[in-house]
């Protein structure tokens, strides 16, 4: 679905992004990892084509310069990191905008687009606060809103910048698995940036590293999470477990003391 090749970014002439090259097959999860500024969040602006970038990216054989905002849109969603709240707008309108691309010029949005929204917000379990303004909203109640817009566009790639950052556990499996049922039932192709390796390695296909502007490693999360990969890029000492049952987890190596 995504094929970069030579993606690099420059921001006040400077690069914070080189030579980037990835693969995303379709209905695939691919999870950025890596220390802060890395380049992750600036991979995914490239990606979703808010950012200008040197290079090729093509989203399902089409290049992604060729492709009109609205087509872009309908095709592409994005969640940001710091999204911006609309002051006043209700949690229901809100995710009504993520049908935007799908409305005719001087349209309005029918009983198709409606049923959409209803389904997301069920899904998000957000029904409840349909008529809530935005602004009122919990720092997780918000981000689920967030990520219910997103999907609301019936997108083919989505695109997370730390979906999960302001969700407990609880909340964060749920969205996880809801998208992860998604991506399932309809081919949805993901890319999401974390910082969580421990759900990066549960719920990704593959992983890529970055480092100072590049992706160093990919592969596999048992290919990339390792403790001679995560050691030499982290500023910190880790340790990669294994629970026997197929699932690893990323802890800190501390010394023992007194």
Excluded at 92 to 117: M, N, Q
Excluded at 196 to 211: E, I, K, V
Aim: aromatic letters at 4%.
């Amino acid at each position: 679905m995504i094929r970069a090749r030579g993606v690099g970014v420059r921001r006040g002439g400077r690069p914070v992004l080189h030579d980037v090259a990835l693969d995303v097959p379709v209905g695939a999860w691919m999870g950025l990892i890596g220390p802060n500024g890395a380049g992750k969040s600036t991979l995914l602006g490239a990606l979703s084509g808010t950012l200008p970038f040197e290079g090729t990216i093509e989203v399902d054989g089409v290049p992604l310069r060729r492709m009109s905002p609205r087509r872009r849109a309908r095709r592409i969603a994005v969640v940001e990191q710091l999204p911006v709240r609309p002051p006043e707008m209700t949690v229901a309108d809100y995710v009504l905008l993520g049908r935007t691309p799908h409305i005719t010029y001087f349209g309005r949005e029918g009983a198709g687009d409606r049923a959409v929204v209803g389904d997301t917000l069920v899904r998000l379990d957000l029904a409840g606060l349909a008529g809530r303004p935005v602004d009122s909203l919990s720092g997780g109640e918000w981000q689920r809103a967030v990520i219910a817009r997103a999907l609301a566009q019936g997108p083919d790639v989505l695109l997370l910048d730390e979906p999960t950052s302001a969700l407990d556990v609880g909340r964060q499996l749920h969205v996880l698995e809801l998208l992860d049922g998604l991506r399932h039932e309809r081919g949805l192709t993901v890319v999401s940036a974390t910082h969580d390796l421990g759900l990066a390695a549960a719920y990704c296909d593959r992983l890529a590293l970055m480092s100072r502007g590049g992706v160093v490693v990919q592969g596999a999360p048992r290919e990339v999470i390792t403790e001679a990969v995560l050691n030499e890029h982290y500023d910190a000492r880790l340790r990669v477990v294994d629970d026997g049952a197929g699932h690893i987890a990323v802890v800190p190596h501390r010394d023992r003391r007194g």
